[in-house]
Antibody, heavy 121, light 107 residues
Framework: EVQLVESGGGLVQPGGSLRLSCAASGFTVSSNYMSWVRQAPGKGLEWVSVIYSGGSTYYADSVKGRFTISRDNSKNTLYLQMNSLRAEDTAVYYC???????????????WGQGTLVTVSS | DIQMTQSPSSLSASVGDRVTITCRASQSISSYLNWYQQKPGKAPKLLIYAASSLQSGVPSRFSGSGSGTDFTLTISSLQPEDFATYYCQQSYSTLLTFGQGTRLEIK
């Protein structure tokens, strides 16, 4: 059974840093595309970042240069390092397995339960 | 970035109604369009991928169509458990984007 379990959320001051983790089971993280998606309170979904199986990474303009996606193959875990945090980064952060089919089709077929990040002084 | 615009933003309907939600892309995205359902406090759930392919386990009352810039999600006969928020998502660009969501409420 595929499972994704996020951790690492919490309260952080503006300008601070936080690292989110997403422990996967039932499949191999390094063989898949993996993404982070966030949802601000009462708002819609916003894609944040993706890491391809080959290691390439991409970021939304809103987090580029501040967030870093990575994975630990030995732990089968995905990470999101978040630096220079702003109030507008406050959201529930979901990790999602990003199934790739064909040249450009990527869809999120499994999601974690989410972890809340609150940026406030 | 490719912008995804859903309409309507909210919709009231009754059990048994046929409902259609529209998603428009700011440029052609071929059929690289997916649909998700999200209920309050829960993670999103994949319904449709590649514009019209039904994800395993999803009821057949859900269907998707379209290509290029215009797409639709149709629920043929609303059930009580279908009241939720629906999102489209494109993957034509390496920078993935979602629509703003359509909230489906009980009339």
């Amino acid at each position: 059974e595929v499972q994704l379990v996020e951790s690492g959320g919490g309260l952080v001051q503006p300008g601070g840093s936080l690292r989110l983790s997403c422990a996967a089971s039932g499949f191999t993280v390094s063989s898949n595309y993996m993404s982070w998606v966030r949802q601000a309170p009462g708002k819609g979904l916003e894609w944040v970042s993706v890491i391809y199986s080959g290691g390439s990474t991409y970021y939304a303009d809103s987090v580029k240069g501040r967030f870093t996606i990575s994975r630990d193959n030995s732990k089968n875990t995905l990470y999101l390092q978040m630096n220079s945090l702003r109030a507008e980064d406050t959201a529930v952060y979901y990790c999602a397995r990003s199934h790739r089919a064909g040249l450009s089709l990527i869809y999120f077929d499994y999601w974690g339960q989410g972890t809340l990040v609150t940026v406030s002084s | 970035d490719i912008q995804m615009t859903q309409s309507p933003s909210s919709l009231s309907a009754s059990v048994g109604d046929r409902v259609t939600i529209t998603c428009r892309a700011s440029q052609s995205i071929s059929s690289y369009l997916n649909w998700y359902q999200q209920k309050p406090g829960k993670a999103p759930k994949l319904l449709i991928y590649a514009a019209s392919s039904l994800q395993s386990g999803v009821p057949s009352r859900f269907s998707g169509s379209g290509s290029g810039t215009d797409f639709t999600l149709t629920i043929s006969s609303l059930q009580p458990e279908d009241f939720a928020t629906y999102y489209c998502q494109q993957s034509y660009s390496t920078l993935l984007t979602f629509g703003q969501g359509t909230r489906l409420e009980i009339k």
